[in-house]
């Protein structure tokens, strides 16, 4: 497990945030398709808070995306960064998303976000967040539709339907699981809609959420689960005193 601390003028306030994205998303690629779904490296992320002991755990799990075979798995904890507000999570989860994503011993691919990426109130939501900073493809895939509206799609899986803030297309509300409720597609980075769509399918043979969030979202809170326990035994590490993580991925550079 990789321990990594706030990085050095991580953003204290809305409104520092709320620039940073303003800056950040103008760098967001929209005009590349992305790789091809159901190939190469698929990486999940995901996080887990201990908002009592102010820990968050993060995990970055790389599935083959022919055979949704575990590849390779990373976790990182330190302090929760930044306050809960709404449209500004990426910058309570980004510095140990970021770490998983270094500690990886192989490039992690298309990244799947638990969240947003243009369906955003600012249209910079994680998955473009996380996609600029590292220069990765990236889409979120998320549980429900934020603020947005849609019409309920078709019963069949694959079925969709436009995801609108007013008449813009943010997303897509995609059927995943035939009758069972879509879950809600957006570009993040270097990926377009259509092929978003299409990942989000191929990564959800037997669940209605892609298995990259699953299988994340089970190691980042086994990671989460460690730490807290080892805490009360007196074991675990203070997040205070964290330090720097070594990387082992060495892809494309980031910094807010």
């Not at 799990?61 to 990182?76: I, K, Q, S």
């Not at 969709?160 to 809600?184: I, N, Q, Y």
């Amino acid at each position: 497990m990789t321990t990594v601390p706030i990085p050095a003028g991580w953003p204290a306030t809305e409104e520092q945030a709320r620039a940073v994205q303003e800056e950040l998303r103008a760098r967001v690629v929209l005009d590349e398709s992305g790789p091809l779904p159901g190939s190469g490296h698929v990486a999940g992320v995901d996080v887990a808070y201990d908002d009592e002991r102010d820990v968050v755990a993060a995990a970055a799990v790389v599935l083959d995306g022919a055979t949704l075979e575990v590849v390779a798995e990373a976790t990182a904890v330190g302090r929760v960064p930044f306050p809960y507000v709404p449209g500004l999570l990426a910058f309570r989860e980004l510095p140990a998303v970021l770490a998983a994503l270094d500690a990886l011993p192989c490039p992690p691919g298309l990244v799947v976000c638990d969240g947003y990426g243009l369906a955003h109130p600012r249209r910079f939501g994680l998955a473009s967040h996380l996609g600029v900073l590292t220069g990765l493809p990236a889409i979120g895939v998320a549980k429900n539709p934020f603020t947005f509206s849609y019409a309920d799609p078709a019963a069949a899986r694959g079925s969709g339907s436009p995801l609108l803030s007013g008449t813009e297309e943010v997303g897509r509300a995609l059927r995943t699981r035939d009758a069972v409720k879509p879950v809600f597609v957006s570009v993040g980075h270097r990926v377009g809609l259509a092929e978003a769509c299409a990942h989000t399918l191929a990564l959800t043979p037997a669940h209605r959420v892609p298995e990259t969030t699953r299988r994340a979202d089970a190691l980042c809170r086994r990671a989460l689960r460690e730490t807290t326990e080892g805490a009360g035994r007196g074991t675990a590490q203070d997040p205070s005193t964290l330090r720097e993580p070594a990387r082992r991925y060495s892809g494309p550079g980031h910094a807010v």
